[in-house]
């Protein structure tokens, strides 16, 4: 064999190995998706080694950014401040479609089948749905109060079962519930009057109670899915029970309804505490005195702790609640500016994006120590591929 | 009867620039750099990152067109009851939200 043959067969067979190696399949259920919100970009991450795998630019401002997925989790769709709408390929790690659909969004939902995206824009309010595969307007529900013109911002938009979306209307103070059994033809089950200013809703894990947080009073809005003829109904009503609330700095989130044994936890508004509700009468049962004012209340996937980050001027603190003793058990100080929190799909690890120091810490919720750090630029959201499986995520 | 005549509206444009240009002196440069990081990130949280609005309205120029500078600075340090805009006074001096205000109405994102 002559020396540049021998090259050749090696350079084909370097090619082969290259081509297999990139082509070789993998899940992607220990993947995620790291918010960089100043920098319009999104880290591709993964779990299992806690490494960062690509970086994806291009998907405009996302502040407040939030990521759903596709159900065989290889796609996120990224719901940008902007109004933008971007799906990307998890796998490929590029972006797979883009559209810019209003002028102001805050985030979003996928249908129970998969097929269908809603977007929750503040401007124009409504919502708008897209088919899931190539992002074609389905329809638009512009979000009117009564009778009046004037839009309405949304929020808390989640998905239910029976093929439904659930959203609430922030500035006219209602909620509605979109059947979208005929995509092209929502049809609206709207209620008025369910307590002033929904800063945000969510959904329990078993897609029967929608529940959004007021800004406006103390209390909770709760409307039963599997019977939502019986109207939304009040729960935790007064809960500062006529004290003078705190200015609230950030405003809290409800991004997955937080439960463990029959026991909900939620923010209070403007207050340094979280609530406990028993779900089975939807009464407070206690509530936990904490270090500010939270932003997020989160469950570890076992519920055997609640993770809760702060708004300003608290939010370089993370604390750890213990649900058997009900019980702050560590004050963490990850840094400056802890914006959000994600268990892994089993709870060994959480994950937090700690803005200003630009780093991702990952925690050991056993030990509760940190067990690494990720670079990121200005991290906020992270979202992690096990919400494909979950209903309201 | 005066009437206003372009100097008289010239001298008020050069008076209403002097005002927030004092205050700019008063403030150092590694605060300002603090208010203007608090300015992008936390306003942000509700204004957006671009201030073009969120669940606040948006803080843009064109958006603040009419709307006098020491109006502005007292929402921000006092904030507005009945909506979900705080007061601020306890992160920021007088003369801080004034720099504030004018690093808005020049739409400047730029920190020293």
């Given at each position: 064999m002559r020396p540049d043959s021998r090259l050749l067969l090696f350079l084909s067979l370097a090619g082969v190995l290259l081509v297999s190696a990139c082509a070789t399949p993998r899940g992607t259920g220990d993947l995620g998706i790291v918010i960089e919100r100043a920098a319009g970009s999104v880290q591709v991450v993964e779990t299992t080694t806690r490494t960062r795998l690509a970086r994806v630019s291009g998907?405009?401002?996302?502040?407040h950014a939030s990521v759903v997925y596709s159900r065989d989790a290889r796609y996120a769709y990224v719901f940008g401040r902007d109004g933008g709408l971007t799906k990307v390929?998890?796998?490929?790690?590029?972006?797979?479609k883009r559209i810019v659909q209003a002028g102001n969004a805050v985030g979003g939902a996928i249908s129970q089948d998969g097929r269908l995206i809603a977007v929750s824009n503040y401007d124009p309010g409504g919502v708008k749905i897209f088919t899931a595969d190539t992002l074609e307007l389905v329809a638009d529900i512009p979000a009117g109060s009564g009778d009046s013109a004037r839009r309405s911002k949304i929020v808390g938009l989640v998905d239910a079962p029976d093929r439904r979306f659930v959203f609430s209307l922030f500035d006219a103070g209602e909620i509605w519930v979109a059947d979208m059994r005929t995509p092209r033809q929502p049809r609206l089950q709207k209620f008025s009057n369910i307590g002033k200013l929904p800063y945000d809703g969510t959904v329990t894990p078993d897609g029967r109670y929608y529940i959004a947080g007021l800004f406006g009073e103390d209390g909770l809005a709760l409307l039963d899915l599997w019977q939502p003829d019986k109207g939304v109904r009040r729960v935790l009503d007064g809960y500062g029970r006529g004290q003078e609330p705190l200015p609230v700095f950030k405003m809290p989130h409800m991004d997955y309804w937080a439960q463990s044994g029959g026991l909900a936890y939620v923010p209070a508004v403007g207050r340094h505490e979280v609530l406990m509700i028993?779900?089975?009468?939807?009464?407070?049962t206690a509530r936990i005195a904490v270090a500010g004012q939270p932003v997020f209340v989160i469950a570890r996937p076992d519920g055997r702790q609640v993770w809760v980050n702060f708004a300003p001027p608290d939010n370089d603190t993370v604390q750890v609640i213990d649900t058997l003793t009900l019980k702050v058990i560590r004050t963490l100080k990850p840094g400056k500016a802890v914006l959000h929190m994600e268990f892994t799909p089993r709870g060994e690890n959480v994950w937090l994006s700690v803005r200003d120091e630009n780093r991702v810490d990952v925690y050991d919720t056993e030990t509760l120590e940190r067990v690494t750090s990720l670079l990121a630029d200005k991290p906020s959201g992270i979202f992690f591929t096990a919400r494909a499986q979950r209903i309201g995520q | 009867m005066r009437t206003r005549t372009p100097m008289t509206g010239i001298m008020l444009a050069a008076l209403m620039s002097l005002g927030p240009g004092m205050a700019h002196a008063e403030v150092p440069e590694t605060r300002q750099a603090e208010l203007m990081h608090l300015l992008t990130q936390d306003c942000g949280s509700c204004h957006g990152l671009k201030r073009r609005g969120g669940l606040g309205p948006a803080l843009t120029p064109e958006a603040l067109t009419g709307k006098p500078a020491v109006m502005l600075r007292e929402v921000i340090l006092h904030g507005l009851p009945g909506t979900a805009m705080p007061p601020w006074k306890n992160f920021m001096s007088t003369q801080e939200a004034d720099w504030m205000v004018q690093m808005l109405l020049e739409g400047r994102t730029d920190a020293p």
């Open positions: 998907l405009g401002d996302l502040s390929d998890m796998l490929r790690r590029r972006i797979e028993d779900q089975k009468n939807w009464t407070e | -």
